[in-house]
T-cell receptor, first 112, second 116 residues
Framework: GNSVTQMEGPVTLSEEAFLTINCTYT??????LFWYVQYPGEGLQLLLK?????DKGSNKGFEATYRKETTSFHLEKGSVQVSDSAVYFCALFLKGYSTLTFGKGTMLLVSP | KAGVTQTPRYLIKTRGQQVTLSCSPISGHRSVSWYQQTPGQGLQFLFEYFSETQRNKGNFPGRFSGRQFSNSRSEMNVSTLELGDSALYLC???????????????FGAGSRLTVL
């Protein structure tokens, strides 16, 4: 089956620290990959995406590179801010399915 | 343009009751998906509707049902509520292209259901 595995949280960082949230996937086909973010009390927002191997998605200082050989899509940011505190979800989409498969989410807490 | 609108945002029910949640998608989007979010299970796919037809279904009991109207608005219903149904129910809309390289889902803020 299709699945997404994320590192367990919470991840606790100080402001301006480097962030990595690991994400690996298992898929029966060739998926597109996404990172969504959920701020407290809100729904999910698309953060970035990549549709083929070696693509790099980026947005708001966050980056993730689609690595087919390691089936990974790790999220990185060079310098986190308090406002980045949220839950981050990695997800995959397979052609022909029209639904997203999500990881369990990783909470990020950034302190000043 | 307006985002995905879910109503009600919060509701409290008792065991055995039923509930109906509503979702208005982004204009032009024909696909509506529903997800249940709980602390223990994370985000679980309930079902997806496209042009008034259920196109995909997750692994939930028959107490969970949905429908989509001709204007793409969708409702989901949960009958005979159980304590374990307490969750945030998220709706997401998209163009619904199955062959697209990346079918971007736009989520609503969710309906938080508490079952007492």
């Amino acid at each position: 089956g299709n699945s997404v595995t994320q590192m367990e949280g919470p991840v606790t960082l100080s402001e301006e620290a480097f962030l990595t949230i690991n994400c690996t996937y298992t898929a029966t086909g060739y998926p597109s990959l996404f990172w969504y973010v959920q701020y407290p009390g809100e729904g999910l927002q698309l953060l970035l995406k990549a549709t083929k191997a070696d693509d790099k998605g980026s947005n708001k200082g966050f980056e993730a590179t689609y690595r087919k050989e390691t089936t990974s899509f790790h999220l990185e940011k060079g310098s986190v801010q308090v406002s980045d505190s949220a839950v981050y979800f990695c997800a995959l989409f397979l052609k022909g399915y029209s639904t997203l498969t999500f990881g369990k989410g990783t909470m990020l807490l950034v302190s000043p | 343009k307006a985002g995905v609108t879910q109503t009600p945002r919060y509701l409290i029910k008792t065991r055995g009751q039923q509930v109906t949640l509503s979702c208005s998608p982004i204009s032009g989007h024909r696909s509506v998906s529903w997800y249940q979010q709980t602390p223990g299970q994370g985000l679980q796919f309930l079902f997806e509707y496209f042009s008034e037809t259920q196109r995909n279904k997750g692994n939930f009991p028959g107490r969970f049902s949905g429908r989509q109207f001709s204007n793409s608005r969708s409702e989901m219903n949960v009958s005979t509520l159980e304590l374990g149904d307490s969750a945030l129910y998220l709706c997401a809309s998209s163009l619904g292209h199955r062959d697209a390289g990346a079918n971007v889902l736009t989520f609503g803020a969710g309906s938080r259901l508490t079952v007492l």
